[in-house]
């Protein structure tokens, strides 16, 4: 059974960092996309950054651009994303996926696989 798990949401203040990982068991994603979504209160889930299967090409939102990096080791099956510089319209929670193929993909609706998610609260 496919289980995506993640960790390291907490509560940061404005400016801090924190940094999510996802651990992937059941299956070896190390040819497949991965990436991070998150879902706001009263919001759609969106997508924040994805990055495909040996980490050569990545896409961020706008909205964290320049704030977060996304990485993976594929050897841990294991995907990270660093969040620097949070604000406090980074509170969501965070989602971590994988499609079931594709080496990359940055649509969201691609991918098959999903965590539960970890909440990511910034306070101002």
């Known amino acids: 059974q496919v289980q995506l798990v993640e960790s390291g949401g907490g509560l940061a203040q404005a400016g801090g960092s924190l940094r999510l990982s996802c651990a992937a068991s059941?299956?070896?994603?190390?040819?497949?996309?991965m990436g991070w979504f998150r879902q706001a209160p009263g919001k759609e889930r969106e997508s924040v950054a994805v990055?495909?299967?040996?980490?050569?090409?990545?896409n961020y939102a706008d909205s964290v651009k320049g704030r977060f990096t996304i990485s993976r080791d594929n050897a841990k099956n294991t995907i990270y994303l660093q969040m620097s510089s949070l604000k406090p319209e980074d509170t969501a929670v965070y989602y971590c996926?994988?499609?079931?193929?594709?080496?990359?993909?940055?649509?969201?609706?691609?991918?098959?696989?999903w965590g539960q998610g970890t909440q990511v609260t910034v306070s101002s």
């Open positions: 996926a994988a499609d079931r193929d594709r080496p990359y993909t940055t649509a969201m609706d691609d991918y098959d696989y």
């Open positions: 990055i495909s299967w040996n980490g050569g090409n990545t």
């Open positions: 059941g299956r070896s994603f190390r040819l497949s996309a």
